[in-house]
């Protein structure tokens, strides 16, 4: 069935790095959109970072210049590299796949992984 695995998630200090990976299995990809999203706690989730289906990518204000998403089409598997990070981005990460890139879109999801800075 269609799924989405998330990891790499824990916990780091301020200023370093972590990459998140997102294994998708039960159906080919490549034609959807495929983004990571965050929600913080008592905060509503909002969308990091998407890449579509032609490969233009997307971020928020929030993490440009820090994150970069990434997909490897062979192995149905996104990236999101994540550098310099802040307090401010400890969330629960999720991946997400739709039609297109907007949250509203997202129509699969994985459990999510728990990124804490401190």
């Known amino acids: 069935h269609v799924q989405l695995v998330e990891s790499g998630g824990g916990s780091v200090r301020a200023g370093g790095s972590l990459r998140l990976s997102c294994a998708a299995s039960?159906?080919?990809?490549?034609?959807?959109?495929m983004g990571w999203f965050r929600q913080a706690p008592r905060k509503e989730r909002e969308g990091v970072a998407a890449?579509?289906?032609?490969?233009?990518?997307s971020y928020a204000d929030s993490v440009k210049g820090r994150f970069t998403i990434s997909k490897d089409n062979a192995k149905n598997t996104l990236y999101l590299q994540m550098n310099s990070l802040d307090v401010s981005d400890t969330a629960v990460y999720y991946c997400?796949?739709?039609?297109?890139?907007?949250?509203?879109?997202?129509?699969?999801w994985g459990q999510g992984t728990q990124v804490t800075v401190s």
């Open positions: 890449i579509d289906s032609d490969g233009s990518t």
């Open positions: 997400g796949a739709g039609r297109y890139c907007s949250l509203s879109y997202i129509t699969i």
């Open positions: 039960g159906y080919t990809y490549s034609s959807y959109c």
